[in-house]
């Protein structure tokens, strides 16, 4: 079967799985909603118990990226994201999710250059851009603060 660049909408329209917006995008609040309520109930938990705020923070945010990285690697966080859609990816368990993702599939391949480098397609451009923007927007912070 040929199907040329203006039939293919048309025909991936027809074969697609039609979606209820509506139930949709109140799954993707509630359990993006939980997700996070639950990540503020650690950081109380934990400034509760003595921690300072932003240590607080940093614990709960290694705990999320454990957790999304466990479930990811027994198979548990993809029925979580089926129901959940985009409400899985804005916490930061998507971007765990991804990243633990690409390595399991690339893990044949090897550890180093399978599993490894599988890692850095998803982490690697993050990183670049996140230390850029970082970089950036403390050169513009350090320039507004001369004057």
């Not at 921690?51 to 945010?61: N, R």
């Not at 993809?78 to 893990?107: C, E, H, M, Q, R």
């Not at 890692?119 to 993050?126: D, E, L, M, N, S």
């Amino acid at each position: 079967m040929n199907i040329g660049k203006k039939e293919y909408p048309k025909y991936a329209d027809a074969h697609a799985p039609k979606s209820d917006i509506a139930r949709d995008t109140m799954r993707a609040f509630l359990i993006g909603g939980l997700i996070c309520a639950a990540a503020q109930g650690l950081t109380d938990l934990w400034k509760s118990l003595g921690m300072v705020k932003e240590d607080a923070g940093l614990l709960t945010s290694v705990i999320l990226v454990g957790a999304s990285a466990l479930l990811t690697a027994i198979g548990v966080f993809d029925n979580i994201a089926k129901v959940a859609g985009a409400g899985t990816l804005v916490p930061i368990t998507g971007f765990a999710n991804s990243v633990v993702s690409a390595a399991i599939d690339a893990k044949s391949e090897g550890y180093v250059l399978g599993l490894g480098s599988a890692i850095f397609t998803v982490a690697g451009p993050v990183l670049l851009y996140g230390t850029a923007a970082g970089t950036l927007y403390g050169v513009i912070y350090w320039i507004v603060s001369l004057f």
